[in-house]
């Protein structure tokens, strides 16, 4: 099974090296490694040349935000499985594809797991840790969403589904799983594990601003997929996240 991962970044000179080591140096080698960068002007590119062998694919071009470079990047990618490590995160441990690889069975469509949130500066620093669980029919109602960075999804419903819609800003994966798992109703595992190292400081949560867009974007991400929320869904979103505190 190939598995595609797909990094995108900006300006991201200071962490990109830990990201890119974090791929090459996973225990599981069919992996096709895909680096999306959205022109940057600092030392980001030079960074990434240094590992042009181990690197599949490298485009480096001016988009449209986040979203819009990883659906190039999902354009390009040619594995069976797709997944996501942004240019400030690193993969828990080395052998975390490998695990996904052997929990993706063939009449599974998604794959999630656990995340931690760590400082920025200390990668063995757990600020906050992201514990998921196992899907149920309805249970983005009751505000449940898996984390996005511990995401994995077949090629093949990209291409039958969809990709990310760029007019929800940065609510655009939580529209994308939201569509995946109840309009869609593919077929998911949870894998109880951890799979991603997150710095804290991500866009959507870096200001009450982008807080109250995002949850503006939440709302309409139902509405275009003709779905009803109950009258506490968007409340229960954020309550929810306060465990990852404990």
Known sequence: MKVSIITVCFNSQDTIKETIESVISQTYKNIEYIVIDGKSNDGTCSVINQFNTSISKFVSEKDNGIYDA???GIRMSTGDIVGFLHADDVFDNKTVIEKVVKS??????????????VNRTNLTKIVRK?????????KFKWGW????????LKRTSYLKYGLYNLNLGTSADYELMLRMFEVHQLSSVYLPSNITKMRMGGVSNSSLK???????NDKKSWIINSLKPYWFTFLLKPLLKIKQFI
């Open 70 to 72: 990883l659906n190039k």
């Open 104 to 117: 993706f069975d063939v009449n599974i469509d998604i794959l999630y797991g656990d995340i931690n949130y």
């Open 130 to 138: 992201w514990k998921s669980s196992t899907y149920s029919k309805n």
């Open 145 to 152: 969403m898996p984390p996005h960075t511990s995401f994995f």
């Open 210 to 216: 982008n807080r109250f867009y995002a949850n503006k």
